[in-house]
Every structure is written in C-alpha cells, then in structure tokens.
T-cell receptor, first 109, second 112 residues
Framework: AQRVTQPEKLLSVFKGAPVELKCNYS??????LFWYVQYSRQRLQLLLR??SRESIKGFTADLNKGETSFHLKKPFAQEEDSAMYYC???????????FGTGTRLKVLA | EAGVTQSPTHLIKTRGQQATLRCSPI?????VYWYQQALGLGLQFLLW???????NRGNFPPRFSGRQFPNYSSELNVNALELEDSALYLC???????????FGSGTRLTVV
C-alpha cells in the first residue's frame, strides 16, 4: 500500500539549531515527493519538490530511495520557520497525492 | 493573479442534510482536486476533476460527489451528512502534474 509516514507530531528546536523533519514513504514504483508548509492563519502551500532539487527558505530535502525517505533539513532554524509541515507522495501515472499526517515545528527563541 | 478561492469559509449543517462546497481554480488551471482534512488524520484525497470529468476518487462513500463546470470551477456535494464528515475541505489546482498544488483556504464544515 502507498503510504507516507511522518513519525513526529511535534518537533521543538531552539533558534539557530539544525532541523530535520522526517518523512518515510512506502511505494514500489518511482515516487515524486513534495513538502508542503502551513504557517499560522495561512493556507497550505508548496515548499519544495524533490525533482527540482532546490533550496527554499534554507530548507533542502534529498530523496533516498534505499531508505525510502525524504527528510526535510535546515542547518539553522529561524523563529519564522514555525509551522505545520506535510510530506506528500505522488505516485507515477496519477495526479493523486498521498499526504503524511504532518509535523508541527516550533522554533523557540 | 487570484489564487484558488473556496466558498463558503464556514458551513454548519445538521446530520442528514446536504452540503455544497465551491471552488474556483487559478485561471488557466484545468484540474481541481478536493481533499478532506479531518482532525488527526491529515489530508485525505477525495476527488480529482479535469476538463469537466471525474478522473479519480479516493476511498470515500458515494455520498461524496461533485462536478466541474465549463469554466473549471468545481462543486463538492456531501449528501446524508454524518457527524464524522466534520472537517476542513481543501480544494487545490495545479498547472501540471510535476508542479505541485496551489491550495485554497478551505471550507470548514461542521455537522451537528
């Protein structure tokens, strides 16, 4: 079965500390992975896509097919990074996304 | 450019009634996706419409249905409402399969 797992419901880090939000997926084919973010009182928005290999707001994510992971990382957390983060999987040949249950990141001053 | 717009923002219905939720995609986007975000369950895929046709649906009962109009806006209808249908319903559109979604701000449906 296709599944996305975000094991941490809440992750608290201090400002300036490194951040890693974990995402593991289960899918036998070739996956497309995304990270979405929802800041307080804002709509859910795309943060980054693995196919573009980009860094957005200092965040990066590398697809590790061996470990079936797509962890989101940032070397130095900022208070404005506090938000809800969702990992999503799009299976090949479909337009359907499977979302994880999300991780709430709190960056403490 | 206007984003994805959803209406109403909030909707309160009684169990057994019907609810109609509306979504307008970004101009030029022909695909509309509906998701249910229930507390503690994350986002669950409901329906995908493209060019006026239902292309895919998630694991939801038939009382969840919808349609897409010629202007690509969409309606989600939920019949015979149950208490567990209370959730945030999100609509999204996308220019193509590789780009990712642009989400609306959602309709919060409360069934009492």
């Amino acid at each position: 079965a296709q599944r996305v797992t975000q094991p941490e419901k809440l992750l608290s880090v201090f400002k300036g500390a490194p951040v890693e939000l974990k995402c593991n997926y289960s899918y036998s084919g070739s996956p497309e992975l995304f990270w979405y973010v929802q800041y307080s009182r804002q709509r859910l928005q795309l943060l980054l896509r693995h196919i573009s290999r980009e860094s957005i707001k200092g965040f990066t994510a590398d697809l590790n097919k061996g470990e079936t992971s797509f962890h989101l990382k940032k070397p130095f957390a900022q208070e404005e990074d506090s938000a809800m983060y969702y990992c999503a999987l799009r299976t090949s040949g479909t337009y359907k996304y499977i979302f994880g249950t999300g991780t709430r990141l709190k960056v403490l001053a | 450019e206007a984003g994805v717009t959803q209406s109403p923002t909030h909707l309160i219905k009684t169990r057994g009634q019907q609810a109609t939720l509306r979504c307008s995609p970004i101009s030029g986007h022909t695909s509309v996706y509906w998701y249910q975000q229930a507390l503690g369950l994350g986002l669950q895929f409901l329906l995908w419409y493209d060019e006026g046709e239902e292309r895919n649906r998630g694991n939801f009962p038939p009382r969840f249905s919808g349609r897409q109009f010629p202007n690509y806006s969409s309606e989600l209808n939920v019949n015979a409402l149950e208490l567990e249908d209370s959730a945030l319903y999100l609509c999204a559109s996308s220019p193509d399969e590789n780009y990712g979604y642009t989400f609306g701000s959602g309709t919060r449906l409360t069934v009492v």
